[in-house]
């Protein structure tokens, strides 16, 4: 299957050359206001220019409607590598492993009939047990992600702040049951909404309040905010699908 790689990007335009370094194929896709930011880092062919927006789901929505591979995957602007979560635990940045990992996503999901795959959220493999369960269906797509099938022209929820992409992952679990979540990889961010650029200074304390409030409302008991046992602080917590797509007897 075809497919196409769209990072849409947000006051980092020094972060293109690490992105084009680990995925050399990909489109960094920018306001049109911050061209001349991004030209110097980006050659001409692989920038996409977007209409003003607020908010990353508008931007995401943009890139859904304005793209045409079958296969869409969307990255986050701040990938450093990928580390293994297993076997020698490795930080990957060559680009031809990074390719390949992203192309047998694709191929295990479409030869499966399925239509969104994602990776771990986590390096921490005491919480994940990638040895165990090196794939599981029903994970939220959080920094990396593809989508076919039915799920290629899913929007975003514009409304929401923060959450969409939470809001966004229960929409595909209840139209199409199982997103694809290849827990052997951690696709590392950094830290969520640290340094500047991409959705730093854009959500405030009360958007994140009142999208998770709208989310929790509308998903009910199907979405989990219980802080895990080994997150002993902090003022937020991320929520989860709490839905099961196995049977409680299997085992591997």
Request: hydrophobic letters at 35%; one cysteine or more.
């Amino acid at each position: 299957m075809k497919y196409q790689i769209v990072v849409p990007s947000r006051g980092r335009p020094h972060n293109s050359r690490t992105i084009l370094s680990l995925m050399p194929d990909a489109f960094i896709c920018v306001d049109e206001r911050e061209r001349a930011d991004y030209a110097p880092h980006v050659p001409k062919r692989q920038l996409l220019l977007h209409p003003p927006t607020t908010g990353a789901p508008a931007a995401r929505n943009w890139i859904i409607q304005n793209t045409r591979a079958p296969c869409l995957i969307q990255c986050d602007d701040d990938l450093a590598g990928i580390r293994s979560n297993v076997g020698s635990k490795r930080f990957i940045t060559d680009p031809e492993e990074v390719m390949a990992i992203l192309e047998n996503a694709v191929t295990a999901c479409s030869e499966l009939g399925l239509t969104t795959f994602c990776f771990s959220r986590t390096a921490n493999t005491t919480v994940v047990r990638p040895e165990e369960k090196p794939i599981v269906p029903t994970q939220q797509v959080y920094g990396i992600w593809g989508v076919m099938n039915g799920a290629r022209r899913r929007l975003y929820d514009e409304t929401l702040k923060s959450r969409a992409d939470l809001d966004w992952t229960m929409q595909t679990l209840l139209a199409d049951r199982i997103v694809y979540a290849d827990i052997r990889y951690y696709f590392d961010f950094g830290s969520s909404f640290s340094g500047v650029g991409g959705r730093s200074g854009l959500v405030t304390a009360d958007d994140f309040r009142r999208s998770t409030e709208i989310v929790a409302k509308r998903w009910g008991t199907a979405i989990s905010f219980k802080r895990p046992g080994y997150m002993k602080g902090g003022d937020t917590v991320a929520g989860k699908p709490a839905v099961r797509r196995q049977n409680s007897l299997a085992r591997r």
